[in-house]
């Protein structure tokens, strides 16, 4: 089936704006012209501040970096991703984004047919491994969603609560496409926070430890949790 979005002349399409301190700032559809820009804040803080990338040493494994390159390559052109910009005097910069992809109960993310690297297959059987301890779609009872695979803000505009703000935005951006809910594994207490501030709630818990004993290569520290969070939305 595969999704396909309507990239018309509306796009990219703005969801939020508000200004702070006399900085303007933009959440919009990512823009094709960006993706670049965009691997490279993925590639340059996600990898080394993400929890899973960073305990599985990801960034220093360069098949493994290929990649998930590689697989945010074919994320970003579905033009579902949203993109946090700066902008003064009409230039846009972009700071922060969210990778975005409409998933379907039945078909399988693009993911397993590209991946090489044993770092990165360390991070993918963490997320197979949270997602085999509940069927999302039949949890909350739609045959698709918005799923992610990276939120991240450039370290010198952190502070702002942009994570958030991104968040908030995937509901205009779902409501504009018909899609009831989004789902994503947040890895860190930050982004779990974060997501509950915005009213997501939580599917599936699942510790390092509880990833350790089921032999994966993470420290089996049983305070650290992943979780699956997921929220839903009224479409008219």
Request: with cysteine; aromatic share 8%.
């Amino acid at each position: 089936m595969g999704f396909t979005r309507n990239w018309d002349s509306s796009c990219p399409r703005v969801w939020d704006s508000w200004e702070t301190d006399g900085t303007k700032w933009v959440i919009q559809d990512l823009a094709p012209e960006d993706d670049n820009a965009a691997l490279e804040i993925l590639v340059n803080h996600l990898l080394t501040d993400e929890t899973l990338c960073n305990l599985s040493n990801i960034s220093e494994d360069a098949e493994s970096v290929d990649t998930i390159v590689k697989i945010w390559s074919k994320f970003l052109a579905q033009r579902m991703s949203l993109g946090c910009y700066t902008e003064i005097e009409g230039k846009k910069t972009l700071v922060a984004l969210n990778v975005c992809i409409v998933e379907y109960a039945e078909e399988k993310l693009p993911v397993d047919e590209v991946s090489r690297g044993d770092a990165w297959k360390n991070v993918l059987n963490a997320l197979n491994y949270i997602d085999s301890k509940c069927n999302a779609f039949e949890y909350l009872g739609v045959d698709r969603l918005l799923y992610a695979l990276g939120l991240v803000v450039k370290p010198e505009f952190r502070g702002h609560k942009l994570g958030s703000k991104i968040l908030a935005a995937r509901e205009p951006l779902c409501k504009s496409q018909g899609l009831k809910a989004t789902s994503t594994v947040f890895t860190g207490p930050a982004s779990q926070k974060s997501a509950a501030r915005c009213g997501f709630e939580t599917m599936v818990t699942v510790s390092l430890k509880e990833l350790a004993e089921n032999g994966l290569k993470y420290p089996p520290d049983e305070n650290r949790t992943i979780k699956l969070m997921y929220k839903r939305y009224i479409c008219d």
